[in-house]
Protein backbone atom coordinates (compact mmCIF):
# COMPACT_ATOMS: atom_id res chain seq x y z
CA UNK A 1 0.00 0.00 0.00
CA UNK A 2 1.02 3.81 -0.66
CA UNK A 3 2.28 5.95 1.54
CA UNK A 4 -0.24 8.10 0.38
CA UNK A 5 -3.31 6.67 0.56
CA UNK A 6 -2.25 5.98 4.38
CA UNK A 7 -0.93 9.61 5.20
CA UNK A 8 -1.56 12.53 7.80
CA UNK A 9 -2.75 15.96 6.41
CA UNK A 10 0.32 18.26 7.93
CA UNK A 11 0.26 22.04 7.13
CA UNK A 12 3.88 23.48 5.88
CA UNK A 13 4.05 26.50 7.95
CA UNK A 14 6.02 28.83 4.86
CA UNK A 15 3.39 27.92 2.16
CA UNK A 16 0.47 26.92 4.20
CA UNK A 17 -0.15 24.06 1.85
CA UNK A 18 -1.45 20.56 3.31
CA UNK A 19 0.97 17.81 2.31
CA UNK A 20 0.17 13.86 2.98
CA UNK A 21 3.01 12.67 5.12
CA UNK A 22 3.68 9.00 5.32
CA UNK A 23 5.79 6.37 5.29
CA UNK A 24 8.03 5.24 2.59
CA UNK A 25 7.00 1.69 2.89
CA UNK A 26 4.02 0.69 4.66
CA UNK A 27 2.89 -2.26 5.95
CA UNK A 28 -0.63 -2.23 7.78
CA UNK A 29 -2.92 0.69 7.22
CA UNK A 30 -6.31 0.31 9.46
CA UNK A 31 -8.19 2.61 6.42
CA UNK A 32 -11.67 2.44 7.75
CA UNK A 33 -12.26 0.06 10.16
CA UNK A 34 -12.51 2.87 12.58
CA UNK A 35 -14.50 5.83 13.01
CA UNK A 36 -11.98 9.15 14.10
CA UNK A 37 -8.55 7.33 14.29
CA UNK A 38 -6.39 5.29 12.24
CA UNK A 39 -3.06 3.30 12.64
CA UNK A 40 -0.56 2.97 10.48
CA UNK A 41 2.90 0.84 10.53
CA UNK A 42 5.40 0.78 8.40
CA UNK A 43 9.41 2.43 7.80
CA UNK A 44 11.00 5.10 6.56
CA UNK A 45 14.74 6.11 5.53
CA UNK A 46 16.22 9.40 7.04
CA UNK A 47 13.43 12.53 6.62
CA UNK A 48 13.92 16.06 7.08
CA UNK A 49 10.41 17.60 8.30
CA UNK A 50 10.57 21.28 7.52
CA UNK A 51 8.17 23.35 9.61
CA UNK A 52 4.93 22.64 10.25
CA UNK A 53 1.80 21.12 11.88
CA UNK A 54 -0.31 17.78 11.65
CA UNK A 55 -4.34 18.77 11.51
CA UNK A 56 -4.53 15.67 14.08
CA UNK A 57 -3.11 14.63 17.39
CA UNK A 58 -0.61 11.90 16.30
CA UNK A 59 1.33 9.60 18.12
CA UNK A 60 4.60 7.85 17.26
CA UNK A 61 5.90 4.85 18.85
CA UNK A 62 9.26 3.36 17.96
CA UNK A 63 8.77 -0.47 16.80
CA UNK A 64 12.22 -0.99 15.63
CA UNK A 65 15.65 -0.54 17.08
CA UNK A 66 17.51 2.43 18.43
CA UNK A 67 16.50 5.62 16.15
CA UNK A 68 18.40 9.28 16.67
CA UNK A 69 15.85 11.94 16.36
CA UNK A 70 16.05 16.14 16.44
CA UNK A 71 13.32 17.52 17.27
CA UNK A 72 12.18 21.80 17.58
CA UNK A 73 9.08 23.07 18.49
CA UNK A 74 8.23 26.43 20.23
CA UNK A 75 9.65 27.61 23.47
CA UNK A 76 12.41 24.78 23.23
CA UNK A 77 15.95 24.41 21.14
CA UNK A 78 16.87 21.89 18.56
CA UNK A 79 16.95 18.84 20.76
CA UNK A 80 18.51 15.25 20.03
CA UNK A 81 16.50 12.35 21.24
CA UNK A 82 17.41 8.67 21.14
CA UNK A 83 14.33 6.43 20.73
CA UNK A 84 14.70 3.05 22.67
CA UNK A 85 11.87 0.45 20.97
CA UNK A 86 8.48 1.45 22.36
CA UNK A 87 9.43 4.82 23.08
CA UNK A 88 6.63 7.50 22.38
CA UNK A 89 6.14 10.62 20.47
CA UNK A 90 3.20 12.74 20.87
CA UNK A 91 2.68 15.84 18.09
CA UNK A 92 -0.61 17.44 19.11
CA UNK A 93 -2.67 18.87 16.49
CA UNK A 94 -1.95 22.26 15.30
CA UNK A 95 1.53 22.36 17.26
CA UNK A 96 4.61 23.46 14.54
CA UNK A 97 7.29 21.51 14.46
CA UNK A 98 10.60 20.78 12.59
CA UNK A 99 11.87 17.11 12.62
CA UNK A 100 14.95 14.81 10.88
CA UNK A 101 15.64 11.56 12.17
CA UNK A 102 17.53 8.32 10.78
CA UNK A 103 15.85 5.47 9.27
CA UNK A 104 12.95 4.12 11.80
CA UNK A 105 10.07 1.36 11.60
CA UNK A 106 6.88 2.90 13.73
CA UNK A 107 3.63 2.65 14.48
CA UNK A 108 1.49 5.86 14.08
CA UNK A 109 -1.89 6.56 15.47
CA UNK A 110 -3.60 10.17 14.20
CA UNK A 111 -6.29 10.98 16.02
CA UNK A 112 -9.27 13.17 14.85
CA UNK A 113 -9.58 15.95 17.60
CA UNK A 114 -13.37 15.57 18.18
CA UNK A 115 -12.72 12.26 19.02
CA UNK A 116 -10.95 13.57 22.12
CA UNK A 117 -13.55 15.44 22.90
CA UNK A 118 -16.24 13.16 22.83
CA UNK A 119 -13.71 10.17 25.20
CA UNK A 120 -13.74 13.54 27.55
CA UNK A 121 -17.12 14.65 27.10
CA UNK A 122 -18.67 17.62 25.26
CA UNK A 123 -18.97 19.88 28.63
CA UNK A 124 -15.23 19.78 29.11
CA UNK A 125 -13.26 22.62 29.13
CA UNK A 126 -11.47 23.07 26.07
CA UNK A 127 -8.25 23.90 28.45
CA UNK A 128 -8.74 19.77 30.34
CA UNK A 129 -8.60 18.53 26.46
CA UNK A 130 -5.21 20.00 25.40
CA UNK A 131 -2.75 16.99 24.66
CA UNK A 132 0.68 18.14 25.33
CA UNK A 133 3.75 17.22 23.28
CA UNK A 134 6.25 14.08 24.18
CA UNK A 135 9.29 13.16 22.54
CA UNK A 136 11.44 9.62 23.06
CA UNK A 137 9.25 9.27 26.66
CA UNK A 138 9.14 5.72 28.11
CA UNK A 139 4.60 4.71 28.01
CA UNK A 140 4.16 0.77 28.07
CA UNK A 141 0.05 1.50 27.82
CA UNK A 142 -0.05 3.15 24.62
CA UNK A 143 2.72 1.26 23.11
CA UNK A 144 0.52 -1.79 24.60
CA UNK A 145 -2.87 -0.05 22.92
CA UNK A 146 -1.13 0.99 19.67
CA UNK A 147 0.25 -2.98 19.51
CA UNK A 148 -3.41 -3.83 20.16
CA UNK A 149 -4.60 -1.49 17.69
CA UNK A 150 -2.20 -2.95 14.94
CA UNK A 151 -3.72 -6.90 15.88
CA UNK A 152 -6.87 -5.73 15.24
CA UNK A 153 -6.16 -3.98 11.83
CA UNK A 154 -3.86 -6.94 10.68
CA UNK A 155 -6.68 -9.62 11.43
CA UNK A 156 -9.21 -7.11 10.32
CA UNK A 157 -11.26 -6.41 13.12
CA UNK A 158 -12.81 -9.68 13.48
CA UNK A 159 -14.67 -8.81 16.88
CA UNK A 160 -16.15 -5.52 15.32
CA UNK A 161 -15.48 -2.50 15.33
CA UNK A 162 -16.38 -1.63 18.91
CA UNK A 163 -13.34 -3.66 20.21
CA UNK A 164 -11.19 -1.02 17.87
CA UNK A 165 -13.14 2.39 19.51
CA UNK A 166 -12.53 0.85 22.46
CA UNK A 167 -9.09 0.59 22.44
CA UNK A 168 -9.13 4.23 20.81
CA UNK A 169 -11.24 5.50 23.60
CA UNK A 170 -8.56 4.09 26.09
CA UNK A 171 -5.76 5.18 24.39
CA UNK A 172 -6.94 8.96 24.45
CA UNK A 173 -8.01 8.36 28.33
CA UNK A 174 -4.12 7.67 28.68
CA UNK A 175 -2.94 10.62 26.66
CA UNK A 176 -5.23 13.07 28.53
CA UNK A 177 -4.30 11.79 31.80
CA UNK A 178 -0.40 11.62 31.22
CA UNK A 179 0.32 14.05 28.35
CA UNK A 180 -3.06 16.76 28.29
CA UNK A 181 -5.41 18.65 30.82
CA UNK A 182 -7.68 16.20 33.56
CA UNK A 183 -8.76 12.92 32.46
CA UNK A 184 -12.24 12.27 31.75
CA UNK A 185 -13.77 11.48 34.81
CA UNK A 186 -10.79 12.34 36.93
CA UNK A 187 -11.30 12.10 40.51
CA UNK A 188 -15.15 10.99 40.06
CA UNK A 189 -16.25 7.11 40.88
CA UNK A 190 -17.72 5.89 38.01
CA UNK A 191 -20.77 3.63 39.42
CA UNK A 192 -22.92 1.20 37.29
CA UNK A 193 -25.26 2.35 34.76
CA UNK A 194 -29.48 2.93 36.49
CA UNK A 195 -31.14 -0.22 35.89
CA UNK A 196 -33.28 2.03 33.57
CA UNK A 197 -30.46 2.91 31.67
CA UNK A 198 -29.05 -0.66 30.93
CA UNK A 199 -32.33 -1.91 30.23
CA UNK A 200 -32.57 0.84 27.18
CA UNK A 201 -28.73 0.49 26.05
CA UNK A 202 -29.16 -3.71 25.78
CA UNK A 203 -32.32 -3.52 24.34
CA UNK A 204 -31.03 -0.94 21.93
CA UNK A 205 -28.21 -3.31 21.29
CA UNK A 206 -30.67 -6.59 20.78
CA UNK A 207 -32.64 -4.26 18.29
CA UNK A 208 -29.67 -3.33 16.41
CA UNK A 209 -27.32 -6.66 16.14
CA UNK A 210 -28.08 -6.58 12.56
CA UNK A 211 -26.03 -3.38 11.99
CA UNK A 212 -23.02 -1.75 12.62
CA UNK A 213 -23.06 -0.79 16.31
CA UNK A 214 -20.83 2.45 17.77
CA UNK A 215 -19.73 3.24 20.90
CA UNK A 216 -20.65 6.87 20.36
CA UNK A 217 -24.22 6.05 19.62
CA UNK A 218 -24.24 3.56 22.79
CA UNK A 219 -22.74 6.70 24.74
CA UNK A 220 -24.90 9.27 23.28
CA UNK A 221 -28.23 7.09 23.88
CA UNK A 222 -27.56 7.66 27.58
CA UNK A 223 -25.88 11.10 27.72
CA UNK A 224 -22.61 10.17 28.53
CA UNK A 225 -18.86 11.02 27.08
CA UNK A 226 -17.57 7.64 25.95
CA UNK A 227 -14.84 6.89 28.53
CA UNK A 228 -17.64 6.94 31.55
CA UNK A 229 -19.90 4.74 29.05
CA UNK A 230 -17.41 1.97 28.56
CA UNK A 231 -16.30 2.16 32.21
CA UNK A 232 -19.76 2.07 33.68
CA UNK A 233 -21.18 -0.37 31.20
CA UNK A 234 -18.41 -2.90 32.15
CA UNK A 235 -18.86 -2.41 36.04
CA UNK A 236 -23.34 -3.08 35.26
CA UNK A 237 -22.60 -6.18 32.99
CA UNK A 238 -18.76 -7.42 33.73
CA UNK A 239 -17.76 -6.96 30.49
CA UNK A 240 -17.00 -4.46 27.95
CA UNK A 241 -19.50 -3.46 25.28
CA UNK A 242 -17.63 -5.03 22.93
CA UNK A 243 -17.76 -8.09 24.54
CA UNK A 244 -21.12 -7.75 25.23
CA UNK A 245 -21.96 -7.22 21.67
CA UNK A 246 -19.95 -10.07 20.36
CA UNK A 247 -22.04 -13.04 22.91
CA UNK A 248 -25.74 -11.27 21.93
CA UNK A 249 -24.46 -11.77 18.02
CA UNK A 250 -23.46 -15.58 19.04
CA UNK A 251 -26.15 -16.27 21.01
CA UNK A 252 -28.82 -14.77 17.82
CA UNK A 253 -26.63 -16.91 15.54
CA UNK A 254 -27.02 -20.10 17.39
CA UNK A 255 -30.65 -19.70 17.40
CA UNK A 256 -31.11 -19.18 13.82
CA UNK A 257 -28.44 -22.40 13.05
CA UNK A 258 -30.58 -24.50 14.86
CA UNK A 259 -33.95 -23.15 13.83
CA UNK A 260 -33.55 -22.51 10.19
CA UNK A 261 -32.00 -23.67 7.28
CA UNK A 262 -30.50 -20.65 5.57
CA UNK A 263 -27.59 -20.56 4.76
CA UNK A 264 -24.36 -19.63 7.05
CA UNK A 265 -23.08 -16.67 5.13
CA UNK A 266 -26.76 -15.33 5.68
CA UNK A 267 -26.96 -16.39 9.66
CA UNK A 268 -23.53 -14.29 9.63
CA UNK A 269 -24.99 -11.72 7.77
CA UNK A 270 -27.98 -11.05 9.88
CA UNK A 271 -25.73 -10.85 13.18
CA UNK A 272 -23.94 -8.21 12.57
CA UNK A 273 -20.52 -9.95 11.15
CA UNK A 274 -18.62 -8.34 7.95
CA UNK A 275 -18.13 -11.74 6.12
CA UNK A 276 -18.40 -15.84 7.13
CA UNK A 277 -14.52 -15.86 7.92
CA UNK A 278 -15.46 -12.98 10.99
CA UNK A 279 -18.31 -15.03 11.94
CA UNK A 280 -16.83 -18.70 11.90
CA UNK A 281 -13.79 -17.46 14.11
CA UNK A 282 -15.78 -15.34 16.77
CA UNK A 283 -18.06 -18.61 16.81
CA UNK A 284 -15.45 -21.12 17.55
CA UNK A 285 -13.56 -18.83 20.00
CA UNK A 286 -16.76 -18.17 22.10
CA UNK A 287 -17.80 -21.76 21.97
CA UNK A 288 -15.18 -24.02 20.66
CA UNK A 289 -16.81 -25.85 17.79
CA UNK A 290 -17.80 -24.11 14.33
CA UNK A 291 -20.92 -22.71 12.88
CA UNK A 292 -21.73 -26.16 10.75
CA UNK A 293 -20.80 -28.25 13.78
CA UNK A 294 -23.30 -26.23 16.03
CA UNK A 295 -25.99 -26.90 13.36
CA UNK A 296 -25.28 -31.04 13.20
CA UNK A 297 -25.52 -31.08 16.52
CA UNK A 298 -28.31 -28.32 17.25
CA UNK A 299 -30.71 -28.33 14.14
CA UNK A 300 -34.18 -29.76 15.13
CA UNK A 301 -34.98 -33.31 14.28
CA UNK A 302 -37.18 -31.79 12.08
CA UNK A 303 -34.43 -30.71 9.51
CA UNK A 304 -33.27 -32.77 7.01
CA UNK A 305 -29.66 -33.61 6.89
CA UNK A 306 -29.27 -31.41 3.78
CA UNK A 307 -30.65 -28.56 6.08
CA UNK A 308 -28.87 -29.75 9.19
CA UNK A 309 -25.46 -29.31 6.79
CA UNK A 310 -26.56 -25.65 5.81
CA UNK A 311 -23.60 -24.09 3.88
CA UNK A 312 -19.88 -22.98 4.97
CA UNK A 313 -18.14 -24.87 7.56
Not at 176 to 191: D, E, I, K, M, Y
Request: glycine share 10%.
Amino acid sequence: MSSVSAGIGRIETATGLVRLVGMEVVSLFSGQLWNDFRLNRGHSGPVVRPEGYYTRHVVVVNAGGPTAVEIWSPGMRYTGHRLSPGNVIVYPAGMPYVARWSASKSTVVDIAPEFVRSVAGRDVATKDLEIHPAFAIKDDVVANLAALLGADALAGAPNGSLYGEGLGTALVARLLHRQGGAPPGSGVTVRALSPGDLRRVTAYIDEQLETPLSLQRLADLLGMNLYRFVRAFKESTGVPPYRYVLERRIELSKSLLADSNCPITEVALRTGFASQSHFATAFRRLTSVTPGRYRRDHCHLACSPREAAGSGA
